[in-house]
């Protein structure tokens, strides 16, 4: 073994899911982070927000404290990680850390996602580093890869499915016929699904998720106010149904792509909505709560990261990465790669955002009704792919599957059909994602 450096303090914020499994894997690992640091790495404090509270770690009397701002004051504090979540107080806790020159490790998509430029700029001139492979797809190594093994490639386009518990109530819905709201009970029995789903079934996780990965993938800064978001509560049986009947499955879906616009500039469009993909697509062997995200990029072509996107351990394992590797750099005097922005890419309207659609219309089923309802598709520039009839009489169904076009010109298309006397109601649109043309 290599002579071993000054030991390296490190504080832990925050003794949750993810915090005791930091902890935990600090003392178990100790010898070999040790070595693979070329320091020994020291668990000097751990702040929770109360001293007598059940924790799944055992963490030495002595290390704890309920004052977290004066533990990341410390000056002998070399490395701080956040796991406590949130904005307030996580953010002022990030932001002395760094002014004190501390390095910091956090797993905070929602702060990221909400103001990750401030930290960015703070880490920049306290010229520290601020890592957080974490806060996106947990253990799945992919902030890394977009940030330092993709550096001399250009992304076009990453598709994730960055949510496990929408990806587990979707999975469940596609197996089992279920409708949404028996998915979901079902998830929160198994613990998959929290007593409030909000942020997960709303898409509000996998928004702050697709900030982030946006932000790397386009050197522009992203924020979750930029990301158009819709949640899976609206996914019905029969939108399953009718996604299986094309071959496809419905994921929610984080979509981060590059855009060429008119004048040749290129342009982000960043959203988060349920979406049917063909099944012989990676993403659609994605089940239960798995994670994976799809990047498309010009040198490399498709490449596919898949595995565990939450969990105490799993998301602790990509922690440690962090912290191993800002501790290194902590030894050897250096940083690592700080925020890449320079692209400064303007982010467009959803309105502007192009991908196919799937429509499905209940008609009266006489002559000339399949007339006028391509019709309102072409006066609106949607060019019909495929269009099949289902039942008949009352209960007659067309269901139009669309080429590329924008969703302001399909907003138009669904509200002129909806006025149209032969349609009955426009009953479900969904996006057709990861196909050809
Ligand atoms: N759990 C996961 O699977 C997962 C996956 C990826 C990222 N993350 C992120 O990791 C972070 C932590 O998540 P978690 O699941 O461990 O949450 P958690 O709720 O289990 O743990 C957070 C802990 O912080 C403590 N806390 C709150 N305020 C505090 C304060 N002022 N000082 C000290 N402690 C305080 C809480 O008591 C709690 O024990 C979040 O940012 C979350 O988004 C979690
Ligand atoms: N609630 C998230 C895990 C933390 O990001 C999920 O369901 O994937
Ligand atoms: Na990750």
């Not at 406590?84 to 002395?96: D, F, K, T, Y």
């Not at 978001?229 to 996914?235: N, P, S």
């Not at 993909?277 to 498709?302: C, D, K, M, W």
């Not at 009266?364 to 609106?380: K, N, Y």
């Amino acid at each position: 073994m290599t002579e071993s450096g000054k030991p390296l303090k490190v504080a832990v914020l925050g003794c949750g899911s993810v915090g005791s499994q930091v902890v935990r894997l600090l003392e178990e690992q100790a010898a070999d982070l040790t070595a693979r640091v070329g320091a020994p790495v020291e668990l000097v404090g751990v702040a929770v927000r109360r001293l007598d509270a059940a924790r799944e770690v055992e963490v030495p009397e002595g290390l704890l404290t309920t004052d977290a701002e004066g533990l990341v004051a410390r000056d002998d504090v070399d490395l701080v990680v956040e796991v406590i979540g949130g904005i307030e107080p996580a953010r002022s806790l990030i932001l002395s850390a760094l002014e004190n020159g501390a390095s910091v490790v956090t797993a905070n998509k929602a702060l990221l996602a909400e103001d990750g430029p401030t930290l960015f700029e703070a880490a920049a001139k306290a010229g520290r580093d601020l890592y957080y492979e974490a806060a996106v797809a947990g253990a799945i190594p992919i902030l890394r890869p977009l940030r330092e093994s993709l550096a001399g490639d250009k992304v076009t386009r990453v598709l994730g499915i960055v949510n496990g518990t929408t990806n587990f109530i979707l999975d469940k819905m596609d197996s089992s016929g279920a409708g949404f709201g028996d998915a979901l009970e079902e998830a929160q029995e198994l613990g998959y699904a929290e007593a409030d789903p909000t942020a997960d079934v709303e898409g509000f996780d996998a928004a702050a998720k697709a900030a982030i990965l946006a932000s790397l993938a386009f050197h522009t800064r992203v924020t979750a106010s930029d990301v158009h978001r819709e949640g899976i509560t609206e996914v019905s049986a029969a939108d399953v149904a009718s996604a299986t009947e094309m071959g496809c499955v419905v994921k929610l879906l984080a979509i981060c792509e590059l855009r060429e616009q008119p004048g040749g500039e290129e342009a982000v469009s960043v959203r988060v909505h349920p979406a049917m993909i063909p099944r012989t697509h990676p993403l659609a062997s994605v089940r239960e709560a798995y994670n994976a995200v799809f990047v498309e990029s010009e040198a490399a072509g498709q490449l596919m990261f898949y595995g565990p996107g939450a969990g105490g351990s799993p998301t602790a394992s990509a922690v440690l990465g962090d912290l191993v590797t800002v501790a290194r750099n902590r030894r050897e005097g250096v940083t690592g790669a700080g925020e890449s922005a320079y692209a400064d890419r303007a982010v467009l309207p959803m309105g502007e955002a192009r991908t196919r659609y799937h429509v499905a219309i209940d008609v009266d089923d006489r002559a000339g009704v399949l007339a006028t309802v391509a019709t309102a598709f072409a006066e609106h520039g949607v060019s019909i792919r495929t269009v099949r009839q289902e039942g008949r009489d009352d209960d007659a169904q067309l269901v139009v599957v669309s080429h590329e076009a924008t969703d302001a010109q399909l907003r138009a298309t669904v509200e002129h059909l909806q006025q149209m006397d032969s349609v009955r109601e426009v009953s479900s649109v969904m996006r057709v994602e990861g196909g050809a043309e």
